[in-house]
C-alpha cells in the first residue's frame, strides 16, 4: 500500500482553452474541481512561450487553492522572479526547449549547477520548497544533494512509454528508477515522480515505496473526456493507494 500524494498536473486544460482563445474551460475550475476529489496538490508550468498556463493562472491558482501548488519553471530570471514574486509551495525547475512539445528529459545539474544552485537559495529563503526534475542517475542525485534541494522528481516518461507498449525493456527501466529512487531516499532527499503517467504505468511505480508523490498531467486530463475529471482522479488515487 502506497500513501504518495496525487499531484494533479492542469496545463492541457489551458491548452484547450488557448486552442481558441476563449475563457473556457478554466485551469482554475479544473483545479478546484481536482481538490474536491481528492487531489493532494496541483502542478502548473509556466512556459517561456506561455503555450498552455498564463501569468494569470498561477495568480489565480495561488489566491484560491488551499491544497500546495507545484510551480513547474525553466532557470530563468523570468521565471525566477514570477515565482518570488508568488510564492508557490514548491517550484519545480525543469529543463526548457521552446520547439520539444514536452519536457523531454531531466535537467543537467552538471552544466547548470552554478545557476540552480543560486536559484534553490533564493527560491527556499522566499519559503518555496524546491525541487529538480532529473533523471534516474546518481551523479544527478549528488548533485542535487549538493545544490541542496528538498526534492527531486525523478522523469518516468521513458519507462511509461516502454510499458505501455509492453515492450521488454521496461523492467530494466523500473529497476534503474527503484533502485535511485532508493539512493535519493537514503540520502535525504524527498523523492517524486512524473511525465507519462498512465493508469497501466501508475501501479509498478507506486509499489515503489520511496516516492512521496506522483505529478500527473497529460493523461489525467484526457481520460477526463471519458471518464469524467472526479472519476479518474478517484481512480487513479486509489490505484495509488492499493499498489
Ligand atoms: N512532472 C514534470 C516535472 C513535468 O514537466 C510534467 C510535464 O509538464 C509532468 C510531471 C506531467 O507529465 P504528464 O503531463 O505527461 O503527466
New binding site residues.
Given amino acids: 500500500m502506497s500513501n504518495a500524494r496525487l499531484g494533479v498536473?492542469i496545463?492541457h486544460v489551458a491548452t484547450v482553452r488557448n486552442a481558441r482563445g476563449e475563457s473556457y474551460p478554466s485551469p482554475l475550475r479544473a483545479a478546484l474541481e481536482a481538490e474536491k476529489f481528492g487531489a493532494d496538490g496541483i502542478?502548473a508550468?509556466l512556459r517561456e512561450d506561455r503555450r498552455h498556463i498564463q501569468d494569470q493562472d498561477i495568480s489565480d491558482l495561488i489566491n484560491n487553492l488551499k491544497i500546495p501548488l507545484n510551480l513547474?519553471m525553466a532557470a530563468t530570471e523570468e521565471m525566477l522572479q514570477i515565482a518570488l514574486k508568488n510564492k508557490p509551495n514548491a517550484c519545480?525547475i525543469?529543463p526548457e526547449k521552446r520547439e520539444e512539445v514536452?519536457?523531454e528529459g531531466g535537467i543537467n545539474t552538471i552544466k547548470n549547477f552554478d545557476i540552480l544552485k543560486s536559484y534553490t537559495n533564493l527560491l527556499k529563503r522566499n519559503g518555496s520548497r524546491v525541487s529538480l526534475?532529473i533523471n534516474a542517475d546518481q551523479t544527478q542525485i549528488d548533485n542535487c544533494k549538493k545544490i541542496g534541494v528538498d526534492i527531486i522528481?525523478i522523469h518516468t516518461g521513458k519507462y511509461c512509454q516502454l510499458i505501455e507498449t509492453d515492450n521488454s525493456e521496461a523492467q530494466e527501466e523500473l529497476d534503474i528508477i527503484t533502485t535511485m529512487a532508493e539512493y535519493a531516499d537514503t540520502i535525504g532527499l524527498e523523492v517524486h515522480a512524473?511525465?507519462?503517467?498512465t493508469f497501466k504505468s501508475i501501479k509498478p511505480l507506486a509499489q515503489i515505496k520511496f516516492f512521496r508523490e506522483f505529478?500527473?498531467?497529460?493523461?489525467i486530463i484526457g481520460e477526463s473526456i471519458f471518464l469524467g475529471l472526479q472519476d479518474t482522479i478517484k481512480k487513479m488515487k486509489s490505484i495509488i493507494l492499493e499498489s
Fill in positions: 498536473n496545463d502542478t508550468h513547474e519545480c525543469v514536452t519536457t526534475f522528481e512524473g511525465h507519462g503517467i505529478n500527473i498531467g497529460h493523461f
